[in-house]
């Protein structure tokens, strides 16, 4: 096992590395993904590891997220709370908007968790060698995923 330090935001991006992204409105593969490249089946295996120590890490996020959420949006009947990004919106009759405003409240919650996700963690991870990728190919680039790559 090796360690290395990362940003909560990089944590983040390497969840995406590994699920992939798909855009439905576009119907385009926007990142394939790790988990569903062509790599060995024991590669396939470490990865599916990765994930559940990422995945760890990525729900304290998401709890986070929610309590920002939660101190700066409204409560909500349910329990829930919401915080939409414009206020004072205005519409014609044909329902589309012709004025809104910022929400400062919105602006507030962004700020704070920015400044959240460039927070660092120290992740512990099995890294990946030149063996486990060795026949990979990809058309994409996985920027986060290449940092726990050991080549010596």
Known sequence: MEKVTLKLVDLLNLQTEINGVFNREAN????????????????KMKVADLLKKVQVETEAINLKRNELVSKHGEAQEDGTALLNPFINIQTNEEGEITSREDNPKFLEYQQELQAFLQEEKEFEFEPFTAVDLEGAYSEFNYVQFYKLVKLD
Request: charged share 20%.
């Open 28 to 43: 385009q593969l926007v990142l394939r993904g790790l988990s569903n490249e062509t790599l060995k089946i024991t590669t």
